[in-house]
């Protein structure tokens, strides 16, 4: 698969729930408005994560971010729902390693497994398990998610 074979997953049909947002102008829809002047910021504390739902099964194939220097989370677990759970369990997709800058970053999503994606998931969170911050705030301008739809 190429990258030109990749759609963006994220679009206004996505749900997206934040673990905390330090004022209501710095909020979630702020992470997928295309707009580069605008931003989601948590409150202070770790961990925060960002939970991403999508309406058909997708597999993700490649993130980006573009935090704020100084602000960045810089480990990152990609969690999706564990197979056949009926409630939330967790496991974890990979992890990633932003670092402490200011411009884009973009990381292809390598499963920690092979074939943990092979059916697709309807659900995915990006876990904040350190901060730049010593607070442990993170600030995100913005948020892409490319991949693929799941067979049905």
Do not use: H
Request: with cysteine.
């Amino acid at each position: 698969m190429t990258s030109g074979d990749l759609i963006s997953l994220l679009n206004e049909d996505t749900s997206i729930k934040v673990s905390s947002t330090l004022e209501k102008a710095n909020g979630k829809k702020n992470l997928i408005d295309n707009n580069s002047e605008t931003c989601w910021t948590s409150q202070q504390g770790l961990p925060q994560f960002i939970q991403l739902g999508f309406n058909d099964k997708v597999i993700p194939k490649r993130l980006s971010f573009t935090f704020q220097g100084g602000f960045v989370g810089t480990r990152c677990v990609l969690l999706i729902p564990s197979e056949g759970s009926e409630k939330k369990d967790w496991q974890v997709l990979t992890t990633v390693y932003p670092e402490d800058v200011n411009r884009r970053q973009t990381f292809d999503l390598i499963p920690n497994r092979p074939k943990t994606l092979d059916n697709g998931v309807t659900t995915l969170k990006l876990l904040f398990e350190e901060s730049s911050d010593f607070f442990g705030r993170v600030t995100v301008y913005d948020v892409q998610l490319e991949g693929t739809k799941a067979a049905p």
